[in-house]
């Protein structure tokens, strides 16, 4: 539990009256540094939009009764012929393939020695885990059976 006491619940027209409080003072304190406003000139006439020709939104108008600056510009006709887009898709292809071949020629081997290096690595692993398994108890016993028959030839061993 903290020792702090829980401050006193204000009421829904206390908080209000709080904050219009704290929203006075602050209103005032920027005025206080503003300075004086700046005096705004009056407007000379006033603009009556029903006066005024806008459309409206849901109104429809007629593509040849659109000033020249709202009109869609017409998709001018291709210059170029099929030929010379045809020669550009050639060279393109061209310059795609060099930087394949290129990209393939600088990766490539540094991509193939790491992996034939992480495949090294496994193999040695599993060799050695496999000569543990089954070379070295077939190594023991043999080793083991040769010791045995060659005991009757050493001499006892002498306290």
């Known amino acids: 539990m903290s020792p702090w006491p829980l401050p006193p619940r204000l009421e829904p027209d206390d908080d209000l009256k709080a904050a219009d409080l704290l929203l006075g003072k602050a209103d005032a ?3 206080r540094h503003r300075g004086p406003e700046p005096n705004l000139p009056e407007p000379v006439e006033e603009v009556s939009l ?3 020709d806008l459309p409206v ?10 000033p020249t600056a709202l009109k869609a510009p017409q998709p001018s006709p291709s210059k170029r012929p099929a030929s010379a887009l045809a020669e550009q898709l050639i ?3 061209t310059e795609v393939s060099r930087a394949v ?3 393939f020629h ?3 081997p540094e991509i193939v020695a790491r992996e034939l290096d992480k495949l090294g690595a496994r193999i040695r692993e599993q060799a050695l885990a496999h000569l543990r398994a089954t070379l070295l108890p077939a190594l023991s016993a043999h080793i083991s059976h040769h010791l045995e028959k060659n ?3 050493l ?3 002498e306290p």
């Open 151 to 153: 005991t009757d030839v």
């Open 91 to 93: 060279s393109l292809d």
């Open 106 to 108: 600088a990766e490539l």
């Open 155 to 157: 001499p006892p061993d």
């Open 29 to 31: 304190l920027l005025k």
């Open 57 to 66: 939104l849901t109104e429809v108008v007629a593509a040849e009764n659109l």
């Open 50 to 52: 029903e006066e005024e």
């Open 101 to 103: 071949e290129a990209w």
